[in-house]
């Protein structure tokens, strides 16, 4: 039914286009709208219309704005609209001329960048591990759900209260320099444990190796364990299956966690903040401070860079794994 | 006949729609009673400091106005005046800026004429005097940007106009604080935040337009540099500073830096640090934890800052007039005493007097011993009988204000610098 009247208009259409060629081509245009709004092709676009839309104003929209005032003028009170690359200059001033001593954005990078690895790295080496004791070698459903319930422990409490709860555990008179004097292994106590690069690492691998133990879990949960099996019988070792079956079975989970891990290090400036006695920059910090001093557009074209920065790891990452084929 | 259907009931419900609105607005004219009935609310834009619950009670028994904290942090003032003017019906700001928040237009000139205690405002603000002698004016002090040339003008006024800029709050003169305990010496001067026998031990403030200032004080004191004005320092001047703070952070002088208050309360408490730079009422805090900690005096003066209450331009009618009744009401004494109480200074003294008891007044003026237990508005003991109040009275205190928080010329290049002192 539904077809026979649509074949009529095409024709009533492609009459009419004879008499009056002009407003038969739209006519003809807006039925072809209408058939292709209408047919069954469309339906996945309508469907995922609502979240796209929810998308674009809450995320592309947000981003162009932020793209667009990073070319902006600014003064102590307000912002011009402009198109300048004073912002990006300001950013990288003295990047060039300073070499070979490294210029104020190079060396915050630089240090955020020693953090995304050790905290990678560590988080890795530890949450592989924990998915791995989970996965293979609990064996019931209740187990394994109590004890993921035991990994969030450390997310019962906010971010902040957990980071200064570490003073009285690491600070010069702590519980830690109180075990190492009485047990005689130093005289004086360590100041290396808080406010030190150190700390950073440690606080950054408590709050984040839940975020690799999950999708690691999530994939090693799904390899068959005939292929364990398999390895076994092949006269694989135990280290051998691990490394070339489960490793690389795991790897979507390793990646979406390192993911995780790398876009939360590079912009974070509370932990670092914090554990590093607001001592070691970050580009988190520098744009928080840009904000504070309503230098909105520096900040953004801050952010821009780091968005960029944090495109080109991911983009990195998922070269060596396609995510959404391994899904 | 589907159709007809559904376009009567359309026009029924927008006949109800209409019918409700007309029904409302009847009410709304012919009940002006019932709306005056209503408490007028007051949105109070400031830091969590200056937003005591006692006040908000005070207000509500005394005027009836209902004020309604929105707690935010200092740079945070700023940003909403300049970028939300509308979300505020009167802000607590610093005076220091108003550089960047009068240009804006954002803020009005206050009435003199309506601020019943005008005239008795101290002169620390319209004139920069303390007991008839000037004191410090270095960086951005109050008198400089006391007076608008009109209401709406985006302009300072040099000389006393009708319209004031902000109506002083609080404000105080901040110095170091250290640990006697852990220093076991007499401390007299700024140079000790850089000295190696506190390496690793202390602490200076991560806000740079104020850090700087703190780090000028020192810089000054160790006699590398004469300022012409530590708020408002050349390129050249702010190199050399944060080129002072950069060596000493690279030889391991400093524990860690602070951000906000309780920061700077854990660092001192736990012993991480024995001196810093740091706030009246952290040290207050420390001492009631039973942490000995001094808000040490030092010879080259302090660092001064002052806060005060503006209106922005959108304020009108109502509300208006309530946000005068309510600086009227802060003025006249009762909220004076009740932050002279906390170690802040008020902005009417005399009124504030005739609230407090004379030894309450006495200690914490005068720099008096106390004669009884001091305690703290809400009756925690502060001091036992018999204490001095650090740097002692008013008149020592502020009269020994070497320079005030400010906004520099070089602003840009100051907060650049500054970040590369934190990265070094």
Redesign the interface.
């Known amino acids: 039914m539904e077809r026979v009247h649509r074949g009529l208009s095409d024709r009533e259409a492609g009459r009419t286009a004879v008499l009056e060629p002009a407003s038969a081509l739209a006519t003809a245009r807006a039925g072809v709208w209408r058939r292709r709004l209408t047919s069954r092709a469309a339906a996945p676009y309508w469907q995922a219309a609502p979240l796209a839309l929810v998308f674009a104003f809450f995320f592309v929209l947000p981003l162009v704005v932020m793209v667009v005032v990073s070319f902006w003028r600014y003064n102590?009170?307000?912002i011009t609209p402009a198109l300048v690359g004073d912002n990006y200059v300001?950013v990288f001033?003295g990047c060039v001329a300073e070499l070979p001593s490294l210029c104020?954005t190079f060396?915050?990078y630089l240090?955020t960048l020693k953090f995304c690895v050790l905290a990678w790295a560590l988080t890795l080496l530890l949450g592989f591990t924990v998915a791995y004791f989970l996965a293979f070698h609990v064996r019931s459903l209740t187990a394994q759900m109590a004890l993921f319930l035991v990994c969030t422990i450390p997310f019962w409490t906010s971010n902040v209260i957990r980071m200064?709860s570490w003073?009285?555990l690491l600070?010069?008179?702590g519980l830690v320099n109180g075990f190492l004097i009485t047990a005689g292994m130093t005289r004086e106590p360590q100041?290396w444990l808080?406010?030190s690069d150190f700390s950073v690492v440690l606080a950054f691998v408590h709050l984040y190796t839940m975020f690799m133990i999950v999708p690691i879990f999530n994939s090693m949960s799904r390899i068959d364990r005939a292929l364990l099996e398999a390895a076994r019988d092949a006269g694989a070792s135990g280290w051998q299956a691990l490394w070339n079956v489960v490793v690389p079975l795991s790897k979507p989970g390793i990646v979406i966690g390192s993911i995780f891990v790398v876009t939360m290090v590079m912009g974070d400036y509370v932990t670092i903040?914090?554990m590093g006695?607001?001592?070691?920059?970050s580009i988190g910090?520098?744009i928080q401070?840009?904000?504070?001093?309503?230098?909105f557009p520096l900040a953004a074209a801050n952010a821009v860079v780091l968005l960029a920065a944090v495109l080109m790891v991911i983009a990195a990452m998922t070269r060596l794994v396609d995510v959404r084929k391994e899904l | 006949m589907a159709d007809t259907k559904r376009k009567t009931t359309a026009v029924t419900r927008r006949d109800v729609l209409k019918g409700a609105a007309a029904v409302t607005g009847t009410a709304i004219l012919g009940a002006p009673a019932f709306i005056s009935a209503q408490p007028v609310i007051l949105r109070y834009l400031g830091t969590a400091v200056n937003q005591s619950k006692e006040i908000a009670q005070k207000v509500k028994a005394d005027l009836g106005i209902v004020i309604e904290y929105v707690p935010v942090t200092t740079d945070d003032v700023s940003k909403r005046i300049i970028t939300q003017p509308a979300s505020f019906d009167i802000a607590d700001a610093e005076y220091f800026q108003l550089r960047k928040l009068i240009p804006s237009g954002n803020l009005i000139g206050m009435d003199a004429s309506r601020i019943k205690y005008a005239d008795r405002i101290t002169p620390v603000f319209t004139r920069g005097e303390v007991a008839g002698k000037k004191i410090g004016d270095q960086g951005t002090a109050p008198k400089k940007v006391f007076y608008l040339e009109g209401k709406s003008s985006t302009k300072f006024s040099a000389t006393p106009t009708r319209w004031i800029t902000l109506i002083p709050t609080v404000y105080n003169a901040d110095t170091l604080g250290i640990r006697p305990d852990l220093i076991k010496r007499p401390i007299g001067s700024w140079s000790e935040l850089l000295n190696a026998e506190f390496k690793g031990k202390s602490s200076i403030l991560n806000i740079p337009s104020i850090g700087i200032m703190d780090a000028a004080m020192v810089v000054e004191s160790l006699s590398l540099h004469k300022y012409q004005d530590k708020g408002n320092m050349t390129k050249a001047e702010i190199d050399l500073t944060t080129k002072a703070l950069i060596d000493a952070k690279k030889s391991g002088q400093f524990r860690a830096f602070w951000k906000d208050f309780n920061e700077s309360v854990n660092l001192m408490a736990s012993g991480e640090v024995v001196i810093q730079s740091m706030w009246s009422p952290a040290v207050t805090k420390v001492r009631s934890m039973g942490v000995p900690c001094i808000y040490q005096p030092l010879k080259e003066g302090y660092r001064a800052w002052a806060a005060g209450f503006g209106l922005p331009k959108t304020l009108s009618g109502k509300k208006l007039d309530a946000a005068y009744d309510f600086i009227n009401w802060f003025l006249s004494g009762w909220a004076g005493a009740f932050l002279n109480r906390q170690g802040y200074y008020s902005a009417v003294l005399d009124t504030a007097k005739a609230q407090m008891e004379p030894y309450e007044w006495a200690y914490w003026m005068e720099g008096k011993p106390a004669e009884k237990d001091i305690k703290a508005p809400d009756g925690t003991l502060l001091e036992k009988a018999g204490t001095v109040r650090d740097g002692g009275s008013f008149e020592a205190r502020m009269g020994a204000v070497a320079c005030w928080n400010a906004v520099m010329d070089e602003n840009d290049y100051m907060v650049r610098k500054w970040n590369e002192f934190i990265a070094a």
């Open positions: 102590e009170y307000s300001s001033s104020l060396k915050t240090s200064i003073v009285p600070g010069r008179n100041t808080l406010f903040g914090v006695g607001q001592q070691i920059a910090k520098v401070v840009q904000l504070s001093y309503l230098q």
